[in-house]
């Protein structure tokens, strides 16, 4: 890419990839056709549809970013195969298939390297659920004879162990009662969609889950929620470009803690119904973030808050509070002039006045997108390698940055010639 412009135009949000995996592995649970909507067209998307596949449901793609999911057949409760190790969500197959068949063994998952990412809650719920749980060299097995409601309190705020033991409880005998959940919009998603199969969950959202279980689930149909993370990662690409961007479909209340550290830095933040507007006139302020469960500011938007913050005026610092192993971009940040000192789970931070174009590679999918935004924002070109990362969690991302007027494109590694063609284009 060559940077410098800024972003200016209207761009469409696409459907929550976390909010998906979760959904796409409840459509499971029922014998009755799924009709799922604002599917994500992504990597972690289609391998999730792979491993449903792959244990005998029925997929097929209805219409554009849409499928309808017929879990009649399934046949095996063994997931194993070389995607599903790379995906984290594959884990929700074992939450939904010991719910709906009291038995599940799934490769352990992978997912992005960011950090050791435990799964002892999810463990602890569904051993609360009456399930033994035992792990070989690299698989998960969990089998019940009877599952049943139990009071769970989990040790950490998890989305993944939230959504996880939703999953298996919403079929368990009696009553399930969580405390200390996680509350994203994804969790709430996942809930609402459990409930349009007949599921009786209350609560999701707050701190405490409320489940009574049901003997079966039924079809339905339904529309995923707009991702937040796409839309905050569009926002910070306005602004660190200081441009003027129309972000489309999405639910301006769950951005709030993005919304509100822009405005705190002097962007303009306007919302709409289902869209939010992000202008940037001119270079930002500095601030301090934390990472948070949800409602506070996202991790998964540290590492474009970081680019953001990097180009802004003054020290502020960034840090880390959920994942242990964040920062890894901040080395590639450096390539580019970047002033970053990483202290533990802290960056300092001394904003630039602009970066300089740079080769870097993206060690993990928000992260690649966040030294997409460096590029966007660089004086120069900038190749990002490992895109593979930003295609498990975006959807035509280059595409959608060049209808905001950004000088982008997607080329071999191994292919000078079109980036020479590229540069030539660009000037
Ligand atoms: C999900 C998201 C990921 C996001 C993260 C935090 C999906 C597929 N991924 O990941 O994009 O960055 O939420 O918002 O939805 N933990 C434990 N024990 C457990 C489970 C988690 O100690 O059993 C810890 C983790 O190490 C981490 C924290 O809890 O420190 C939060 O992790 P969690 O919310 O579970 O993240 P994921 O579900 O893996």
């Known amino acids: 890419m060559k940077g410098g412009k800024p972003l200016v135009g209207e761009v469409v949000i696409g459907g929550a990839k976390n909010a998906a995996l979760g959904i796409l592995a409840a459509a499971t649970m029922t014998d009755e056709m799924v009709t799922i909507d604002n599917l994500p067209d992504i990597r972690d998307i289609n391998v999730m549809l792979q491993a449903i596949e792959g244990i005998g ?73 009456g399930a033994k749980v035992s792990i070989g060299q690299d698989m998960i097995c969990v089998e019940a004879e009877h599952l049943r409601g139990s009071h769970i309190y989990l040790d950490v ?12 409880a919403s079929m368990a005998e009696g009553r399930t009662i969580i405390e200390n959940v996680a509350k994203e919009p994804h969790v709430v998603d996942v809930a609402n969609f459990l409930n349009s199969m007949g599921a009786n969950i209350k609560g999701a959202g707050t701190d405490i889950i409320r489940i009574v279980g049901v003997e079966k689930l039924h079809g339905s149909v339904y529309s995923i929620i707009p991702d937040q993370i796409e839309a905050g990662t569009f926002m910070f690409a306005a602004a660190a470009t200081k441009g003027d961007v129309l972000i489309k479909n999405v639910i301006p209340k769950h951005l709030e803690s993005i919304s509100a550290k822009l405005i705190e830095i002097g962007a303009e933040v306007e919302e709409f119904d289902d869209a939010v507007r ?19 500011f996202p991790t998964d938007m540290q590492p474009q808050m970081t680019v953001l913050l990097a180009l802004s005026h003054g020290a502020s610092t960034v840090s ?65 390698q490992q895109i593979h990362y930003i295609e498990r969690g975006y959807e035509t991302f280059e595409k959608k940055l060049q209808l905001l007027g950004a000088d982008i494109e997607k080329v071999e590694v191994d292919d000078p010639k079109a980036v020479r063609k590229f540069q030539m284009r660009v000037g």
């Open 157 to 168: 705020v998890s989305v993944g162990a939230t959504i996880n033991i939703m999953l298996a």
């Open 57 to 129: 449901a029925n997929v097929v793609h209805s219409a554009s970013h849409e499928v309808k999911i017929t879990s009649r057949n399934i046949h095996a409760m063994n997931v194993d195969n070389e995607y599903i190790r790379r995906i984290r969500a594959s884990y929700y197959l074992l939450g939904a298939l010991l719910g709906k068949y009291h038995r599940a063994q799934v490769a352990l998952p992978g997912g992005c390297n960011i950090g050791s990412r435990p799964i002892d809650q999810h463990i602890k719920g569904f051993k609360a659920l």
């Open 278 to 296: 992000v202008v940037a006139a001119k270079r930002l302020g500095r601030t301090q973030v934390k990472t948070l469960p949800y409602p506070g």
């Open 320 to 384: 880390e509070s959920i994942f242990e192993n964040r920062f890894m971009y901040v080395d590639e940040l450096f390539k580019m002039g970047a002033q970053i000192k990483v202290e533990g789970n802290t960056a300092h931070i001394d904003g630039v006045e602009s970066l300089i174009g740079a080769t870097v590679f993206a060690p993990d999918l928000r992260a690649g997108a966040a030294l997409v935004i460096a590029g966007l924002a660089a004086k120069g070109y900038t190749m990002v």
